[in-house]
C-alpha cells in the first residue's frame, strides 16, 4: 500500500511522521525529500517521490493518507514508471491464478477419473470406447474362432497319414486302387484294428509329381465314420510303433489338424522335448495339452 512514515504505509505528512526520510531522495527530481514535504513511496520500485512530481493533487494525497492508517488498506499506488508494469503485472498474476484454478479442478477431475479406474468404475464415454474397442477386436477374434471351431469339427474324424508309399500309375483309377490295398494292408495287418473301422473315404494331399520318379510320398487324409474309431486307430498305431517289433517303417499317423492346431502342437512338442529332458517320463500329448499316459479298458496304452 502507498505508505507513511511511523507506519508501514509510508505517506508522508510531517515531520514526525517521517524521522528517517530526511535521507532519501525523490525518484523524479533527485532532491532530498524533506520532512515537511508531502512524499508517497512506490508499492512496486520502493522510492519516495514527491506528490508534486507524480502529479498526485491534494485530495488523491489525502485520499491514500487515509486509508494507510486503516487496518486494512484497499487502495493501492505505483509511480508513473511503475504503473504500466505493475498492471500488467497485477494482469499475468490474475490469468496465472485462474490458470492454476483450471489446474486444480482438472488435476481433482483426473484424480476421480483415476480412483474410479483402480476401483473399475468407468465413466459413460470410457464404457462406450471399451465396448466399442472390444466390439471391433471382439468380432475379429469371434470369427476367426467360430471359423476355427468349424474347420475341427470338420476334421474330428479324419486322419493323416504320411510316408506310405505312392504308386506311380499315371492312371488315377490305379494309383487310388493302390492306395486302398496299402490302407487295408497298414490298418488290418500291420496296426491290427479291427476290420469295423473303414475308411469312409481317402485321398492324397497336394498335386502329384510330373516326374513322380523318387518323389516324397503325398500324405493321405484319412476320413473315417467316427472320432472313436478315429482314436481307437490312433492308440494302436503308437502301441505298435513303441513295439520291440514294429512293421509300420517310417509311416506316421497324426491326427488331420488346423493351422491354428498345428502352431499349438509345435510349441506343446517343445514343451514335451524339455520335460522329457528334466527327466518327466512317460507323457504324451492329448487334445492339445501334455498329459500322463494312462492304460484303457482293453490294457493298451492311451
Known amino acids: 500500500m ?8 509510508k505517506v508522508s ?8 526520510k530526511s535521507r532519501e531522495k525523490c525518484g523524479e527530481c533527485s532532491k532530498v525529500v ?13 522510492i519516495w517521490f514527491h506528490s508534486s512530481c507524480q502529479y498526485v493533487d491534494d485530495d488523491q494525497y489525502h485520499a491514500l493518507e487515509a486509508d494507510s492508517r486503516k487496518n486494512t488498506p484497499i487502495l493501492h499506488w505505483f509511480c508513473i514508471y511503475c504503473n504500466k508494469s505493475a498492471v500488467k503485472l497485477m494482469s499475468g498474476l490474475v490469468k496465472l491464478q485462474r490458470q492454476m484454478d483450471d489446474i ?3 488435476l481433482a477431475k483426473s484424480t476421480s477419473r483415476l480412483s474410479k479406474v483402480e476401483a473399475g468404475v468407468f465413466t459413460p464415454d470410457m464404457n462406450g470406447s471399451i465396448i466399442k474397442l472390444v466390439d471391433d477386436k471382439g468380432t475379429d477374434i469371434r470369427d476367426g474362432m467360430r471359423k476355427d471351431y468349424l474347420e475341427m469339427q470338420k476334421r474330428r474324424n479324419n486322419i493323416i497319414v504320411y510316408n ?4 506311380s500309375d499315371v492312371e488315377t ?38 516326374n513322380d520318379r523318387g518323389a516324397k510320398s503325398r500324405p493321405i487324409k484319412v476320413i473315417l465314420s467316427n472320432e472313436w474309431e478315429k482314436q481307437q486307430l490312433l492308440n494302436r498305431f503308437m502301441d505298435v510303433k513303441r513295439g520291440e517289433i514294429s512293421d509300420v517303417g517310417d509311416v506316421h499317423i497324426g491326427h488331420d489338424q488346423t493351422k491354428w492346431e498345428q502352431l499349438e502342437y509345435k510349441k506343446l512338442k517343445e514343451e514335451l522335448i524339455r520335460r522329457k529332458q528334466n527327466g518327466e517320463s512317460d507323457l504324451v500329448i492329448r487334445d492339445l495339452q501334455i498329459r500322463k499316459r494312462v492304460r484303457n479298458w482293453s490294457g493298451t496304452n492311451a
Request: net charge neutral; charged share 40%; proline share 4%.
Open 13 to 20: 505528512t510531517s515531520l514526525t511522521d517521517k524521522p528517517k
Open 104 to 106: 486444480q479442478e482438472e
Open 164 to 167: 506310405l508309399k505312392e504308386s
Open 173 to 210: 483309377d490305379g494309383r487310388k486302387e493302390y492306395d486302398s490295398r496299402a490302407l487295408a494292408d497298414l490298418f488290418y495287418s500291420k496296426i491290427g484294428v479291427p476290420r469295423s473301422v473303414e475308411p469312409k473315404a481317402f485321398y492324397r494331399l497336394g498335386n502329384r509329381e510330373a
Open 2 to 9: 502507498a505508505q507513511v512514515s511511523m507506519n508501514t504505509r
Open 34 to 46: 524533506k520532512s515537511e514535504e508531502k512524499a508517497i513511496q512506490c508499492e512496486l520500485c520502493e
